[in-house]
């Protein structure tokens, strides 16, 4: 009897397609124990169809596209400043609105949990804008997405790469000439029961609920990754990248979920979407005339349908075109590359299954070795030959 689709956990990247494609509503999205969602099958209601399995994107090649690449900025700073990049989402979304369709994006609940929504106005958009890094559950989204697509209705569909790739999967080939899809240049996701069991230990610590929280605050400007928790009473716990326990283990790739350490197939040139976009890091190589440190996209234009939508928004984003790509690439690794797991990711998750998220040991876990640990790394790493001699010397072997 099955009880899940994938038969190996890493191939599943946690879309959450196969929910809405089950046909008897079997399958529903489930936690780990290290705290990313998995499709569970009800066997009571599982009619052994196999279409989950068939449908699944994962695995699936995505045909080649060769993209026109362009530095872009919205024109109104308050959304650059809203916004994680060059805020070139919002021009879109603004266009989706103006044509009476919707829009589905990540947004935090109320527990900030991070979920994929619908929006039908500017302002349900607010709470789409900004890079959230926890994995967003949009099971329900691709579902509700392709019924709208099916009434006719014009959709923007936002997310990551795989999560484009489950709508498409649901769609099959239907319905998609009002389909519009975005994504990014993806790191991966970190896992949302980490996120929960941080915000729990930031609750603890102040012994008040943390009511907002922005991963790329960008009061220090654009490029220096600023993290800001608010509290009940307005108060704040703020970080860096290198100082922010949960933003760097993030940034170290300390509790990326399996898949994304997989995936390679979402690389520039072979994604999913119409429009890639991604932080322009490396642009004081490139062009440093057009950086102001308020946020600059790269804008990646896969598809006839992303060159119109770009263009209808044309008057709200200020761009160039971008032909020096290596250094850009250089600079955002994950645009040619997959991220790798950190060696410590099993220590993490071990003590993370006992105990829950602390940011004392985190930091601890991702120093730099000290000496001790240096020794035992350089033995670890002796050719045999060497290691054989050792022990001969310390009268262990022959
Ligand atoms: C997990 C993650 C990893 C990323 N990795 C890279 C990277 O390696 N290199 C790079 O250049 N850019 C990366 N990005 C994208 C980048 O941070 C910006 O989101 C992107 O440049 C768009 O910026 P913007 O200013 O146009 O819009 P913004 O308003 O900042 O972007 C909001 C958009 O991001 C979507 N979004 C936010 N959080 C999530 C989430 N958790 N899951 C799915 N969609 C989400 C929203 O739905 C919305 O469409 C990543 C984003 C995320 C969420
Ligand atoms: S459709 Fe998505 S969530 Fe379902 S098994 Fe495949 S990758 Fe996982
Ligand atoms: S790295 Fe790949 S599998 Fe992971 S979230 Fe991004 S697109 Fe999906």
């Given at each position: 009897m099955r009880t899940t689709v994938r038969a190996k956990k890493s191939e599943c990247s946690g879309c959450g397609a196969c929910v809405s494609i089950c046909p008897k509503g079997a399958i529903s999205m489930k936690p780990d124990d290290e705290g990313f969602l998995y499709p569970a099958v009800d066997g009571a209601l599982c009619v052994n169809c196999d279409l989950c399995e068939k449908r699944c994107p994962a695995g699936k090649p995505t045909p080649e596209n060769q993209p026109a690449v362009l530095g872009a900025q919205h024109r109104d700073l308050f959304v650059r400043a809203a916004s994680s990049s060059g805020g070139v989402f919002t021009a879109l979304a603004r266009s989706m609105f103006a044509k009476g369709g919707v829009v589905f994006g990540a947004a935090f609940d109320e527990n900030l949990r991070v979920e994929h929504i619908g929006a039908f106005d500017e302002s349900e958009l607010a709470a789409m804008r900004g890079s959230k890094y926890v994995q967003s559950d949009a099971a329900d989204a691709v579902g509700n997405a392709a019924q709208l697509l099916a009434r006719g209705l014009p959709v923007l569909f936002s997310g990551t790469p795989c999560q484009v790739a489950g709508l498409r999967a649901k769609l099959n080939g239907k319905n998609e000439e009002q389909l519009l899809t975005v994504d990014f240049v993806c790191h991966g996701v970190p896992s949302p029961g980490v996120f929960a069991s941080y915000l729990k230990e930031l609750e603890a610590q102040r012994g008040q609920r943390v009511v907002a929280y922005r991963f790329r605050d960008k009061r220090r400007g654009w490029k220096d990754f600023y993290a800001v928790a608010t509290f009940e009473d307005g108060s704040e716990h703020t970080g860096s990248q290198i100082d922010e326990p949960f933003l760097y283990g993030f940034l170290q790739n300390l509790y990326l979920r399996p898949s994304c350490v997989k995936c390679t197939e979402y690389r520039v040139g072979h994604h999913p979407s119409d429009i890639t976009i991604a932080d322009m890091w490396g642009v004081e190589r490139v062009c440093p005339e057009k950086d102001d440190d308020t946020g600059l996209s790269l804008v990646f234009i896969n598809t006839e349908k992303g060159r119109k939508a770009m263009e209808a928004c044309a008057e709200a984003i200020s761009s160039f075109p971008v032909s020096q790509l290596a250094p850009?690439?250089?600079?955002?690794?994950?645009?040619?590359?997959?991220?790798?797991?950190?060696?410590?990711?099993?220590?993490?998750?071990?003590?993370?299954?006992?105990?829950?998220?602390?940011?004392?040991?985190t930091m601890k876990l991702l120093a730099p070795p000290g000496k001790a640990e240096k020794l035992v790394r350089r033995i670890a790493h002796l050719p045999f030959g060497a290691v054989r001699r050792l022990r001969v010397l310390l009268g262990r072997g022959k």
């Open positions: 850009l690439y250089k600079a955002n690794g994950c645009c040619e590359k997959t991220a790798k797991a950190h060696e410590k990711r099993w220590l993490f998750f071990r003590r993370f299954k006992k105990s829950g998220f602390s940011g004392t040991y």
